[in-house]
């Protein structure tokens, strides 16, 4: 079944520019959403449809989608914005969902 | 206002039975997908299956296949997840979460997601 790559963990500064990257075979020809999860909450959905953000998500929160890459991008990273992220696709040739093993964005 | 209210945290014995509920409200629940996901302690997401409540379609995870029954009652609008003899490794959250509009699941995001169910299994 296709399978979802993030890395474990980014570290950056507050101020500076987040990338969180989604690897899977041929994911610029899917649709990526992509979820945030603080500690103790349930997650919530920053980014649909590979770069569309949900009402109430700050325009720091971006996303892009291109070849084996799928990319959440945050700027001017603040400290609230420390949790994990989490890529997800639909596997239409299965019909299953998608997770990524999430990736636990630190702020310095 | 849209949300999804899900069943108290629960602790049972290797063995016992579950079944878990998720309640939605603030719109039309029986047109909605719902999906079910684990999270097992300091791990990430993973899909168990989503359930449409206007006929009860039903996708299952290949690894949660004959594992767990997802059920729906379409006029209380409430999803359920069931257990029929639970075992330690069930220890984890359980998230219901809305996915897509209409009777063919696609690749709609899950755009609500419930407060979670914690589910403790020990002897």
């Known amino acids: 079944s296709y399978v979802l790559t993030q890395p474990p963990s980014v570290s950056v500064a507050p101020g500076k520019t987040a990338r969180i990257a989604c690897g899977g075979d041929?994911?610029?020809?899917?649709?990526v959403h992509w979820y945030q999860q603080k500690p103790g909450q349930a997650p919530v959905l920053v980014i649909y449809?590979?770069?569309d953000r949900p009402s109430g998500i700050p325009e720091r929160f971006s996303g892009s989608n291109s070849g084996n890459t799928a990319t959440l991008t945050i700027s001017r990273v603040e400290a609230g914005d420390e949790a994990d992220y989490s890529c997800?696709?639909?596997?239409?040739?299965?019909?299953?969902?998608?997770f990524g093993g999430g990736t636990k964005l630190t702020v310095l | 206002e849209v949300q999804l209210v899900q069943s108290g945290a629960e602790g049972k014995k290797p063995g016992e039975s579950l079944k878990i509920s998720c309640k939605g409200s603030?719109?039309?629940?029986?047109?909605?997908?719902i999906g079910w996901v684990r999270q097992m302690p300091g791990k990430g997401l993973e899909w168990m299956g989503s359930?449409?409540?206007?006929?009860?379609?039903?996708r299952y995870s290949p690894s949660f296949q004959g594992q767990v029954t997802m059920s729906a009652d379409k006029y209380i609008s409430t999803a359920y997840l069931q257990w029929s003899s639970l075992k330690a490794s069930d220890t984890a959250m359980f998230y219901c979460?809305?996915?897509?509009?209409?009777?063919?699941?696609?690749?709609?995001?899950?755009?609500?997601w419930g407060q979670g169910t914690l589910v403790t299994v020990s002897p």
């Open positions: 449809y590979d770069s």
């Open positions: 603030g719109y039309s629940f029986s047109s909605y997908w």
């Open positions: 997800q696709v639909w596997d239409s040739s299965h019909e299953h969902v998608v």
């Open positions: 359930i449409y409540p206007g006929d009860s379609d039903t």
């Open positions: 979460a809305r996915g897509g509009r209409g009777g063919v699941i696609s690749n709609d995001a899950f755009d609500m």
């Open positions: 041929n994911i610029g020809s899917q649709s």
